[in-house]
């Protein structure tokens, strides 16, 4: 499978700010997709990383709240803006690298704390 | 109503016995099941796929699919402490996988 590395890894924020995290997958996927895990949660869909196109965004997630860009198949950045402590999560990268039905990789995500 | 239910556990099974883990989905229309294993402060890690109706096994790891009863399990044989995890439950829903809240399985020596 792909490997995918993220940074950066955890990150310590003030409110206010915005950070940027980063996805790079060592070969060319047909998706990516970025997930939240809020502490002791499971998993939850931010939004879909198109190439070359505007982000897919999932029910209570905003394009002004979290923009991502895909510039090509290998790939993509997450930023959180306007942080509050409710934005401290992990944030992890995935990407499939088959069929529609294939199962997703991830990244080893990014802890961020935000104070 | 949530899209994909499992228990939320704690699950505990001594060592060597067999762990049974459920999971029940809403959308009848999903086609593609996974489990992922994760552990403590790591990222998940998938660990079995399953696309019919039936049983499929692989090592220790029996996934289990019931689409008539919206329904999938994962069966571990032979528990062993390092299986100590949270066991996440994924639904392929129009190329999007949506999770389980997971189960907390704990296996004591």
């Known amino acids: 499978s792909a490997v995918i590395s993220q940074k950066p890894s955890r990150d310590i924020c003030q409110r206010g700010t915005s950070l940027t995290i980063q996805c790079q997958v060592d070969s060319q996927v047909t998706m990516m997709f970025w997930y939240r895990q809020q502490p002791g949660q499971s998993l939850t869909l931010i939004a879909t990383?198109?190439?070359?196109?505007?982000?897919?965004?999932e029910s209570g997630f905003v394009i002004d709240k979290f923009p991502i860009s895909r510039p090509n198949l290998t790939f993509s950045t997450l930023t959180v803006s306007n942080m509050s402590p409710e934005d401290s999560s992990i944030y992890l990268c995935?990407?499939?690298?088959?069929?529609?039905?294939?199962?997703?990789?991830f990244g080893n995500g990014t802890r961020l704390t935000v104070t | 109503q949530k899209e994909v239910e499992q228990n939320s556990g704690p699950l505990s099974v001594p060592e060597g016995a067999i762990a049974s883990l459920n999971c029940t989905y809403s959308?009848?229309?999903?086609?593609?099941f996974f489990w992922y294993r994760q552990y403590s402060g790591k990222s998940p890690e998938l660990i079995m796929s399953?696309?019919?109706?039936g049983d499929k096994e692989d090592g220790r790891f029996t996934a289990q699919l019931n689409k008539a009863s919206q329904y999938v399990s994962l069966l571990i044989r032979d528990s062993q402490p390092s299986d100590s995890a949270t066991y996440l439950c994924a639904v392929n829903q129009g190329g999007k996988l949506i999770f389980g809240q997971g189960t907390e399985l704990s296996v004591k020596p």
């Open positions: 995935s990407v499939r690298t088959g069929a529609n039905n294939s199962p997703l990789h």
């Open positions: 990383a198109n190439q070359g196109s505007e982000a897919t965004y």
């Open positions: 399953i696309y019919s109706n």
């Open positions: 959308d009848r229309g999903s086609q593609s």
